[in-house]
């Protein structure tokens, strides 16, 4: 995958252009053992997972083919007739093994080529359109949010869900390890891949269809994954709420110890993977397959899997989100479902109650819009998704609106101190704690739900000036512009701060794509401090919440299907506590585009010159021959040295020459 780079703005567009037609693309949480960043896109064939960056794999020389031995040659050959009566023997594929052998540190830096290059490709045949993908989530950080407590199969394998063409929801497990190019090369393996489907394991990859009992009639329009435990055997795995856990004070102390020990025994115990799928079956379909994660290994149950909930819905949804809180959180289970008509609800998987069709927690609707014919509705949703760790949601309307529902009082506050208390009137259920714009329909500002809106019900008529006249004749003697057919298109997409300097670990950076637009917060929780508090900067640490606009994405004419954010990892050569997004992935019809910086130049070490190697000597080894890169640079330095910087000797000379000239 050879990419065509555009610089623009301190930024580079790295564009692949692709064979087929892509339906989605979406970046892995985790990056590889090997470093690499891992995206996934699916297209009209099936599945490709490229590895881009990391450390590249060694320069083996291909294996000289053994040449077969004629008649006569063979040492002691014995030939065997086996008869006919015995009973061919059964013989299965050994189970596959890939010994990748990788460079100690990553390739050399090329001022032609600042960007990670693709370090390898995996193709997966389907023989159906992958429409939609879906990852679990994941810390990126293993050692800072105890990824070790999860089962071994995150830890080996990439998890992924899909939606595809023929109704079905597959789950797919792949090594995070990219294939070494020798397997991809044999040809024993690339004939296997057409027997994916069947179920036979290729490059050490498993997939499940999920497509046994009630199953979509129609096209899945999303889907969505998550992890639980089977059965919680201790109900304090689980976290207390803010309310509980300041009346029990005395007793957290405890209660944290008993977590710890729990937390430790999490590897244990048996997982399964939640999966949700919807589609436009009737009002509404919504199933929700639970499979058993297979204890100690890196791989699902193979039996047959059922729906495990089955909910039929009022209206068809547009999106659906496992919450982003990990087990033990207690709402771990929880499930956002975002209608188009303007609502928002809340459906608890895993109700303590143990109901059979789950517990609905919560209902968040929009604000009402005016249509042309006098009509009002609430306003359609695109997108919905869990921010601040899984403890209030953000939405993003048809009409280029952005709005985040606190209904935990999880956002910052002013700096008075006041808290607002919980509240469930229809008000807090309506209207948004923080609101901002992006699209052609952009306002220059960003709103908090206790700002003055008086500003917008001024009156329309304004005294004649220059400037609006001028745009008074534009609007007479133009045409007026064509709106695009059909809806909108937009989306959300969240990813964890790796930033060990920030003062939250729940923070996380928003992108917010409408139409052709792209907006980035690097920092959610800095933006909605700032706006809060009535402070903000530009410049310094402070610019973290700054919304950043996209603009002039090449995607050579074909429309934004898709935007998400990279995740941030730790580069080499940057500060421990220092990490940086990665890049926005970009969608295209034919081609994917990545938004990202160049990567800088490495800072060469200082080596001083040796004080033993005198200019005499340098000028001897060059005689001879002898002199090395650094000698050379020695003598040069030397050169430049003795042409601009004058001695004191030459100085006093100066100065005596022009004295003489004087006294004569």
């Not at 890049?583 to 080596?607: C, D, M, W, Y």
């Amino acid at each position: 995958m050879k990419p065509n780079i555009r610089a623009l703005d301190g930024s580079i567009q790295i564009c692949y252009d692709l064979p087929h037609r892509v339906h989605t693309s979406k970046c892995y949480p985790r990056p590889s053992p090997n470093g690499s960043t891992i995206f996934v896109y699916g297209h009209e064939q099936g599945l490709r997972i490229v590895w881009k960056g990391g450390r590249p794999f060694k320069h083996r020389p291909m294996a000289a083919e053994k040449k077969s031995k004629s008649n006569g040659a063979s040492d002691h050959a014995i030939m065997i007739i086996d008869s006919d009566e015995e009973a061919p023997k059964n013989l299965e594929q050994p189970p596959y093994q890939d010994n990748s052998d990788f460079e100690k540190e990553e390739d050399e830096f090329d001022v032609s080529e600042p960007y990670e290059p693709v370090v390898q490709t995996l193709d997966l045949p389907l023989g159906v359109e992958v429409l939609h993908l879906a990852f679990p989530h994941l810390p990126a950080d293993a050692q800072r949010l105890g990824i070790e407590s999860l089962p071994i199969l995150f830890s080996q394998k990439l998890v992924l869900a899909v939606a595809c063409s023929d109704y079905s929801v597959r789950v797919v497990l792949v090594p995070l390890l990219p294939p070494s190019p020798q397997s991809k090369n044999s040809l024993d393996l690339r004939v296997a891949a057409i027997n994916l489907g069947a179920g036979k394991s290729v490059f050490g990859e498993q997939m499940i269809v999920l497509s046994n009992g009630t199953t979509h009639r129609s096209t899945p329009q999303g889907v969505s994954i998550s992890m639980t435990l089977t059965t919680p055997e201790d109900p304090e795995d689980l976290d207390m709420d803010e309310d509980e856990a300041s009346a029990q004070k005395p007793n957290l102390r405890r209660r944290s110890a008993s977590r710890s020990r729990s937390r430790s025994r999490l590897g244990d115990r048996k997982w399964d993977l939640l999966i949700a799928s919807h589609s436009a079956d009737l009002s509404g379909l919504l199933l929700i397959h639970r499979i058993p994660i297979l204890m100690g290994e890196a791989g699902l149950s193979p039996e047959l899997h059922i729906p495990w909930r089955t909910q039929y819905l009022a209206s068809p949804i547009v999106s659906v989100h496992f919450n982003s809180a990990l087990y033990p959180a207690s709402r771990h289970s929880q499930l956002l479902i975002a209608e188009a008509k303007g609502a928002v609800r809340i459906l608890d998987c895993l109700p303590q109650s143990q109901a059979l069709e789950g517990s609905w927690r919560l209902s968040l609707y929009t604000d009402f819009e005016t249509l042309q014919n006098s009509m009002s509705r609430r306003k359609p949703i695109l997108d919905a998704q869990w921010v601040l760790g899984g403890k209030a949601i953000l939405a993003l309307l048809a009409d280029g609106k952005w709005g985040i529902w606190d209904f935990e009082n999880t956002g910052p506050k002013p700096t008075n101190g006041t808290k607002t208390p919980r509240s469930t009137s229809v008000e807090s259920r309506t209207s948004f704690a923080l609101e901002g714009w992006v699209g052609d329909s952009v306002k220059p500002r960003t709103l908090l739900k206790s700002s003055s809106t008086k500003a917008e019900n001024r009156s329309k008529l304004a005294p004649m000036t220059p400037g609006t006249r001028k745009t008074r004749q534009q609007a007479l003697f133009t045409e007026p512009t064509t709106q695009p057919d059909g809806p909108v298109r937009g989306g959300l997409s969240v990813s964890p701060v790796q930033d060990a300097s920030n003062s939250r670990a729940d923070d996380e950076a928003v992108l917010v794509w409408h139409g052709s637009s792209i907006a980035v917060i690097p920092s959610l929780f800095i933006h909605w401090q700032h706006k809060a508090r009535g402070s903000g900067n530009i410049f310094g640490s402070e610019a973290k919440g700054e919304p950043q606009i996209i603009n002039n994405i090449q995607l050579g004419g074909e429309s934004c299907k898709e935007a998400s954010l990279m995740p941030s990892h730790h580069r080499s050569g940057l500060a421990k506590d220092e990490a940086t997004h990665s890049g926005i992935l970009v969608t295209g019809n034919h081609r994917l585009v990545i938004v990202t910086s160049p990567i800088a130049e490495p800072e060469k070490p200082f080596s001083p010159p040796s004080p033993l190697l005198s200019i005499t000597t340098d000028q001897q080894l060059l005689s001879r021959g002898d002199l090395d890169v650094n000698g050379m640079d020695r003598i040069l330095a030397n050169m430049s040295n003795s042409q601009t910087t004058p001695t004191r000797n030459s100085r006093n000379l100066s100065h005596t020459n022009g004295n003489n000239l004087l006294m004569s």
